[in-house]
């Protein structure tokens, strides 16, 4: 008890004057005794800058923040928790410079229901992205540089857009709740449709498109006013539950006349069984977008704070399909933070049959390319650190509806960077999959995989590095 | 009378939807038998095509229609005529939920009443409904016309675009935005234009006629300087 500290004790000199006790030979004046830096730079782990900017913004705005681009929650695991454990003793490798490896993947020919499955001849294509969060140009460029070798590209909510159409040898046509321009005509000139349900930026809610890209343009696509806040519906309009879903999917063959495959895409939440259900309903294709994945404008906290990554819900993806007898019926396709192409293996390695890019995609096109310095001093940000897609002032012509700096979007070169970013993701794809014994990159498997940190293993069940066994709860999963 | 009977009863969908879409390539005109309240009857027929449902349908009956002329003799389930581009749907009896969904263009007559959202997220056409029209009706609409002749259910017109709610009789409750006005003159001769074919002018009405108040159209801001917080 500090009240007893007045002991009985007496020194055997002379007690210190107080200002020595205070440190007056050197500490900062006004200053207690204390932890200096504690002073300097605060200590609270909640009440962090960022925390305290955040409730000011806030408290100016009176309503969230909307941006652009992907989630900055730092909790998120990223693909570089997982390794490959090459072949070395007790498999045999391919050999990387010479043997093939084959990257060919069909997307919705599993069921044997229709007529034209989609075949790309590698494992990556570009995720929706709308006509209206990117420019003409940017669609345009995507769409022949998937083209080129082999890939597709999807439309994304805003309808679709005939450069786009020209451009892509294979189109995915994206029905969202909201319809955005659908009709028959539309449908049967796509490679597959594609149920939007929600996605992995902010999953549970609609499409975000603020006015200030709502041009002339986008509005007479999506039957809108110019310039309005579109804030889309998350809800389907004539359809609610699984059972009345499966009833939609039926009637969205017949009007395609089976023709093409229909494709499910979801936010990762509770992939373990949405994906089950979306199977059951009878899609072709399950994509499943992380909390990692890219949008063009989303509320801020539904980025931040909704959704689950990627690695983790591949596997529970694939054990739904496992557990319900539709592996190999019913494709699985991943997507979210998918930077190069080592992400694409270890994701075909957890269980994808296919992934998607969004913002990679969008980079290749020049989105923070080091150019334009003014432009991106102007939004307050610098090549590397942009995330203003939202705003329409995009320094690089790609997520703009402003016709002066969409010229800045060159096609043709756009084009030719997506094709070359392809290629060398694939490239890396199979470098890693020869290097673990596999003529297919599509016999990737956990096995190939270790985790090199205790949340990558329990997200994924992929085994610890060392210990060669995945970190485990020691008890059965229920229900 | 027509010239090609197709019965339905417990075939597969698909087979059924096959010979009507044969049916409508020759040009004839077509009745359905038996129809048993199944689904996907009548999705994405062509312009020129006429046909007619014997009894009730279920799901998206007339879905994606691209101009055929449809009649239905008594009830249809939900999305009836979702995202028809043209042509014309009759209901003889009552239309489930959504009935019109998305649709942009042409024209759905409801003899009864409607389920709940019809119209919801159409994009042009008019929807008719002779009855009540259900809750939440014109959900988002982004143009086209709801003509109700016979009341509304709760939620009436939420969150409107440029589509508009007609209604004569009582609405329970209006939806979010949702702004009820004393329409012109010439509006209602619009309205009435599209009535008179159907046999169901009267001038006698006393119609609200329901819009956006635009109050949800803008979330903040159009300035983009605004948005560069962060
Ligand atoms: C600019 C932009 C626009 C997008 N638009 C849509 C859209 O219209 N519909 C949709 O389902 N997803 C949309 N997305 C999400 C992507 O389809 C995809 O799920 C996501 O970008 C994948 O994650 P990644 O960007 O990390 O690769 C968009 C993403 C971006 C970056
Ligand atoms: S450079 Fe353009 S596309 Fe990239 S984050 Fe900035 S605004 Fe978006």
Redesign the interface.
Known sequence: MADDIEGPYEYPFEEAPEDLVQFSDGAIEGRPAGVPSSYDQGGSTRWTPEAISEVH?LAQ?G?Y???GYNSFNKQLPTWDDLTFVPATMTRLPLEGYREKCDTKTVLGGGRGLVENPIELDIPIYIASMSFGALSASAKEALGHGASKVGSMTCTGEGGMLEEERAASNRLVYQMS???Y?????H?RRADGLELVVGQGAKPGTGGLL???KVSERVSKM????E???Q?S?IRH???LGAD?LA??I??L???TN?KVPIFIKMGATRPRYDVAVAAKAGADVVVVDGAEGGTGASP?LLLNHTGIPCMSAIPAAREALDECGMSGKVTLVAAGGIRTGTDVAKALALGADAVMIGNGAMMALGCNSPRYYDDYAA??TSPGAC??C????CPVGVATQDPELEKRMNVPAGAERVARLLTAMTMEVTALAKACGKSSVHNLEPEDLRALSFEASAFTGVKMAGIDRPFDWGTERKG | MSDVVIDVGKRPVREVHEEIQAAAQAGKSITVTNTLSRHNLGVGLPAGCSIRFEGSVGYYCGGLNNGAIIDIERNAGWGCGEAMASGHITVGGYAGMSVGAAMLGGTIHVKGDSGPRAGVAMKGGNIIVEGKIGYQSGFMAHGGKIIALGGAGPSCADALWEGEVWVTGDIEDLGVDAVVTEPTAEQVAEVDAILDPLGLKDTSRDWRRIVAGQRLWYFESRDAKAWLMI
């Open positions: 913004a705005l309503r923040q909307v941006r709740p909201a319809r321009g659908l009709d028959l005509d449908l603020l006015g200030m999506r039957t809108l006013p310039g309005v806040d804030r519906t309009p004539d359809w009345d009833v939609k039926e009637e063959r017949i009007a089976y801020e939004l307050g995330h203003h939202h705003t329409g002032m």
